[in-house]
């Protein structure tokens, strides 16, 4: 008979873990606990359905590292008239530097030209600190002139009745000219082609779009509404965009960084997936107020022979504009995890707001001890009919007795 007991026991707490087991509900009619719980749901879904989906699309798997390309191309030409050379014709191949295709390149609107120099003894420039002298003795033969020109021949050069002068040096002469720059007047029109490719998802897509008029990106220009897929831009235009003087920045030259942004979703039609443009000019720091030229000027030489055999060469410092391209963008498709993951995490954070409310309920209000009584409840088998009812609802019995009349709670509670 024991051995019958035992195993009936055994199956009896085996057979208990397939009772299905649910929490105690108590209804406080509370007005003020009510309200704040509802406004903390209302708050939390409205947080997880606005910001969470709507603004962050945290439904979808998102790809931050695009792969990007660039392809430059620039047009239009430039006509000077100077006394040095006379009339000239710059094209791309002549003011951009390198001339074409790459994402940071260097477009010369202005410059000094120095013709005709040829190796030898001349002068220093009285605006170099380090060339000045009262002697020969400040010129020491073959020492270059620092931020100069050429090496030190030893001789000191001062004009009739000035006690100090500039050292003579061994460079190419005449040292390059200081008058006042020649601007280049120009239409120079830019072609900014970008290409993005998205691993995660495979795509690729462009800022140019097809059409079915072979003349549009001869004709077209940007416009953030009307042509948003024209990659043509006007220098003119991209100094504009940048808040500046586009005089100003010709003359004594600057730094312009161009920032293609892409925010693609892929969930939508692919005609939404636009490219943005920032302009920003990065060689002024803004937060002391302070300007600092970059890559103001630069400098390059063209090489002659004469009939003689002699070399020489025409000097030009160039001012300019460099422009700097780069390519940002992101992607994202809906995902059922990150989906899954957000729902979980709001449906916790409703969780918070029931353990606030009871904490409140149990711990702040008036009547407590009141809706601590009624939220947690102790089980004590002290008699006989405790044990024929617990035995009753394991069906180890036709016990039918009920719950004595003192265990029976009403639903309701007082306000608080």
């Known amino acids: 008979m024991a051995s019958n007991s035992c195993k009936s026991k055994i199956l009896s707490n085996v057979l208990s873990c397939l009772n299905y087991k649910t929490g105690k509900f108590i209804i406080a009619e509370s007005k003020r606990i009510g309200t704040l719980y509802r406004v903390i749901q209302l708050s939390i879904i409205g947080y997880l359905v606005g910001y969470v989906f709507l603004s962050k699309k945290s439904y979808q798997a998102k790809e931050e590292s695009i792969q990007s390309a660039v392809i430059t191309k620039l047009k239009g030409v430039a006509v000077t008239n100077t006394a040095e050379s006379g009339r000239m014709v710059w094209e791309p191949v002549d003011y951009v530097i390198p001339p074409q295709g790459d994402a940071v390149f260097f477009i010369v609107t202005n410059f000094i030209e120095t013709p005709n120099q040829k190796l030898g003894n001349c002068a220093e420039s009285p605006d170099v600190p380090d060339g000045h002298c009262k002697g020969d003795k400040d010129c020491a033969m073959g020492e270059s002139v620092k931020t100069g020109h050429g090496f030190r021949t030893g001789r000191c050069l001062r004009d009739n009745g000035k006690s100090s002068g500039t050292c003579e040096i061994y460079s190419w002469c005449p040292i390059e000219s200081c008058h006042q720059p020649h601007i280049s007047e120009s239409f120079l029109q830019f072609d900014i082609k970008t290409f993005i490719f998205e691993t995660f998802h495979p795509i690729m897509r462009a800022n140019v779009q097809d059409t079915a008029d072979k003349y549009h990106l001869k004709k077209c220009h940007y416009d953030e509404l009307l042509e948003p897929y024209c990659p043509i831009f006007s220098l003119g235009d991209i100094v504009y965009r ?107 954070c409703i969780g918070g707001g029931t353990w606030l409310c009871d904490w409140i309920l149990l711990y702040l209000m008036k009547k407590r001890e009141f809706y601590k009584d009624w939220k947690f409840e102790n089980v004590k088998k002290k008699d006989r009919n405790a044990s024929n009812i617990t035995e009753h609802y394991n069906g180890t019995t036709e016990d039918t007795k009920q719950i004595p009349e003192e265990q029976q709670l009403t639903d309701q509670s007082p306000e608080v």
Not at 283 to 306: C, E, G, Q, V
Not at 327 to 335: L, R, T
């Open 242 to 348: 940048t808040g500046h003087s586009f005089q100003d920045m010709v003359l004594r030259g600057g730094s312009i960084g161009i920032l293609i942004k892409w925010k693609c979703d892929l969930d939508r039609d692919h005609s939404e997936c636009k490219p943005r443009y920032n302009f920003t000019r990065i060689d002024i720091n803004s937060y002391f107020n302070l300007p600092h030229f970059w890559y103001s000027h630069n400098r390059h030489a063209r090489y002659y022979k004469n009939e003689s055999g002699e070399v020489y060469r025409t000097q030009f410092k160039v001012y300019g504009i460099r422009i700097n391209i780069m390519v940002h963008g992101k992607a994202g498709k809906f995902c059922i995890i990150p989906t899954v993951i957000n729902i979980g995490s709001g449906l916790a």
